[in-house]
């Protein structure tokens, strides 16, 4: 019970939870692609509005204050000590837009302010001595929430011709105060209508927001999902060859990526089919093959058993027979084992550096008399002097199945020639007969197991069908190659080729 939880929660863990799973990364990429743009739109949106009505509100209320400033200058405002009508409209300014305005006159002194508290004050603050050298300044506060404002009350009208051409900079480039400036507006208004604007406006956004993120995470449930139910299937199908259910070829056509999956799995179980053939076929070409020489054994014995008083010389015969099936089925055996013990990746080769001439003079020395019992003549010529990485015993059972095989499958009186040549990479050996040859059809066949051109042929000179497959076997442990051709009544002429140096996997 507890442990069908446990398992529960790990298959969600893999299936929903692991970073390593293709449907939590597309569920990721999708969600974060998403998301990120509709938070920065919003972001972006509301920083643009603000600066916008920021500097709208600014741009009006200057223009408001560049007004007033010259109905001050027009009613005399400095000299007169005020005027009523342009407190009015200051008065009406600084309701309008929740502000406070300040008029300083030229000595700095404050005399006028509409909240009447800083009337008579001097104010030495560096917007306000620009200001006196002519230039308007703002600042924005988001923090405090207000425009901070400075104009110039500009006096155009008693303008003396130095000050209309020389302008306000002194020769070395510091600013000098404009004569012109007779006085400044410091004019503080509340962005509050913008901030509560803008709250609006996020509130809005925010939903809208929510709504999108709400969406993406239903688009990338989906997608993900979707994008990778064909890889499900395909564990699927897999799952049922696996179990054994099926032994067909799959097919998951829904994507590209699924169906190269599913071609290489169709692939390999081509491959695990025809192996699963040839063991089958190699298991019962075995079997026959062990049997055939116990069936003549039986066969035999059995008839000296029917036979009441067979003369002893018949007994020799048939035990002489006896003794030779027996001898058969050994070699049968031993060369299976070899076999076998080739098959296995773990055979490892023991490679030393031989010197193949003394290697292949050894082994004409030991089939010469095989030879000669079929006056067969047999011919070594060696091109150069070779040394080469390989395993004495494999290269041996190479060498030794091809002339044996050369002698054997020869006609009376024929001749074997090998010739051992080497160049910078490679050596070869080579092997012609002047025998009964193979015919064209069965070239591709000679190295299967059990194969053999003419069977009865073969088993009477003692072949077990076994010794080009274990030949070849050898050869490609070596990374090397073996060839044959043949002309049938002619010859045949097989060519082993075998790096120099051993080349590790
Ligand atoms: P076997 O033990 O029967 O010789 P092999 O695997 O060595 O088995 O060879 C397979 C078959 O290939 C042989 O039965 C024979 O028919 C053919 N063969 C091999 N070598 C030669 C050759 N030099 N000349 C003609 N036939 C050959």
Redesign the pocket.
Same mark, same amino acid.
């Given at each position: 019970m507890v442990n069908n939880y446990l398992k529960k929660i790990k298959e969600f863990y893999h299936q929903y939870l692991n970073l390593r799973s293709l449907r939590v990364r597309i569920f990721l990429i999708v969600l974060v692609v998403g998301i990120i743009p509709s938070v920065a739109m919003r972001y972006g949106i509301m920083r643009n509005y603000e600066q916008r009505a920021v500097e709208l509100r600014t741009e009006t209320v200057r223009n408001q204050l560049k007004v007033i400033a010259d109905h001050l200058i027009s009613a005399d405002y400095f000299n007169s000590n005020g005027s009523d009508v342009v407190n009015a409209e200051l008065e009406m300014l600084s309701n309008l837009y929740d502000g406070r305005v300040q008029i300083i006159s030229g000595n700095l002194r404050v005399i006028r302010d509409t909240y009447g508290i800083s009337e008579g004050k001097t104010i030495i603050s560096e917007e306000v001595i620009k200001c006196f050298m002519g230039d308007s300044l703002s600042n924005y506060d988001d923090q405090n929430r207000y425009i901070e404002m400075t104009i110039p009350i500009i006096d155009n009208q008693n303008v003396s011709a130095e000050e209309v051409t020389g302008g306000n900079t002194a020769p070395g480039g510091v600013k000098q105060p404009d004569s012109r400036v007779k006085g400044v507006m410091l004019t503080s208004i509340s962005t509050d209508y913008i901030e509560d604007t803008m709250e609006i406006l996020s509130r809005k956004a925010m939903i809208l927001e929510a709504l999108m993120i709400m969406a993406i995470v239903v688009i990338a449930l989906l997608l993900c999902i979707v994008l990778t139910r064909p890889f499900e299937r395909v564990t699927k199908a897999i799952g049922e060859v696996k179990e054994g259910y099926s032994n067909e070829s799959i097919s998951v056509p829904d994507l590209a990526e699924t169906e190269h999956i599913v071609e290489a799995f169709n692939q390999l179980l081509q491959r695990m089919k025809v192996l699963d053939d040839s063991r089958q076929e190699f298991v019962s070409n075995v079997s026959h093959e062990l049997k055939t020489p116990l069936t003549s054994m039986k066969v035999l014995a059995d008839s000296l058993l029917v036979q009441e008083d067979a003369p002893p010389e018949l007994y020799q015969e048939f035990m002489e027979d006896i003794v030779s099936e027996i001898d058969r089925e050994n070699r049968i055996i031993t060369d299976l084992l070899t076999l076998v013990k080739m098959d296995k990746k773990v055979s490892a080769l023991n490679i030393a550096s031989l010197n193949i001439n003394d290697l292949t003079e050894l082994i004409l020395k030991r089939l010469r008399p095989l030879a000669r019992k079929k006056d067969v003549e047999v011919v070594f010529e060696s091109v150069r002097p070779v040394t080469a990485e390989v395993d004495e015993v494999k290269m041996t059972l190479v060498m030794s199945?091809l002339v044996e095989?050369?002698i054997?499958?020869n006609k009376e009186h024929g001749w074997v020639k090998v010739v051992l040549d080497a160049d910078h990479q490679y050596f070869t050996f080579e092997v012609s007969?002047s025998?009964? @040859? +193979?015919p064209e059809d069965s070239l591709a066949q +000679?190295y299967e197991r059990f194969?053999?051109?003419?069977k009865s042929h073969?088993r009477e000179i003692g @072949?077990?069908?076994?010794?080009?497959?274990i030949t070849k076997s050898a050869v490609l442990m070596h990374r090397g190659s073996i060839t044959v051709t !043949?002309t049938e009544g002619e010859g !045949?002429t097989f060519l082993v080729k075998v790096p120099l140096n051993y080349i590790a996997q």
């Open positions: 199945n095989n050369a054997k499958y007969d025998g009964i @040859g +193979i +000679i194969y053999r051109v003419d073969s @072949g077990t069908g076994l010794g080009l497959a !043949s !045949s």
